[in-house]
């Protein structure tokens, strides 16, 4: 599956997950109080298309009834799965109490859950980090978590592994994904963390046990990952990788996707943080990534995608 992604997870982006064949996406994380505001998420932006399905709404939040007053919004809206954030450890997230810094507070999470079970019908799934920091008391509070969780039929975990504190730093732990697994065979684990090669996501999930893969960083510029992932999942002997021109068409294809959702001003502007990812496949990369973010409109991205990928 795609990982929800706050700030690339769009509508664009999950649609080219698809098309290469990544089976579930998540729209990336919103605030519960903003998913409380129903002319909100009537907006063009946020509205999901039939072929869209099954996806994911993430929601963000430390109230047990906004959160599921957002959750039952999130469903009326034609989310298939709900997921609820305590993970993401982003300083003015933490500093609000949320995300991340939920880990220390099980008895909280787990009356989060408790309300949004009960208040919508469709599976309900926690995305969670392996604890606050990496003391012995925030493991506790980890397992805690999940166990309190699978006693109260969630429906899945997504674990991320690593601490809140680690942020980005150091690499995830799949042991702990692998130990969660062995514990709780019956529920379906997730995990993320570190996926940026199809053979070593592949890998991942097997010796861990868990039942998939949530790939995140590894698919920005690179939404072809997830048709990597089938080949070597189906023992495919050779890989599909795209050739330049082929990058460039898809590079081509994301942009038009784009243009649907955002301001030709702002498309350009967005963009950048995936051209300069999809510059990295490129055989020039240095000279590809500098130019493909220089362009200043819509003009001077398309002269400069037709010059390094032969279209
Ligand atoms: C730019 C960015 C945005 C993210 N947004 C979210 C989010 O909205 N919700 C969430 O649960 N995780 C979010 N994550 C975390 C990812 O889902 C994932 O768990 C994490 O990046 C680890 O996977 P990776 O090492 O393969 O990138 C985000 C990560 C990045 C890099």
Redesign the pocket.
Known sequence: MQ??????SDRAMRALARRFGCELTFS??MLDKSACHKPLLKRDFYKLRDEEHPIGG?LLGTEPKTMAQAAQNFCEMGYDIIDL?F??PAPKVLRRGRGGAMLDKPAKILEILRAVKGAVKCPVMM?LRIGVDESEAAREDFFRICSDAVAEGVDGLIV?GRTTEQYFRGS?DWNVIAELKKQYPQTNIIG?????DAKDVVNKIKTSGADGA?????AIGKPWIYRQIKDVLEGKEEIYRPDIKEQGQIILEHFELLKELYEPKKCVWYFRKFLSQYGRSHNQPGKVRRELVMAEDEAALLDTIKKWYGI
């Not at 990982?3 to 690339?8: F, I, K, Q, V």
């Not at 993320?192 to 940026?196: N, V």
Request: net charge positive.
């Open positions: 990982a929800p992604l706050s700030g690339y990336g994380v993430q954030n993970a993401c995305k991320h995830a993320s963390g570190d996926l940026f949530a790939v995140a960083r590894g």
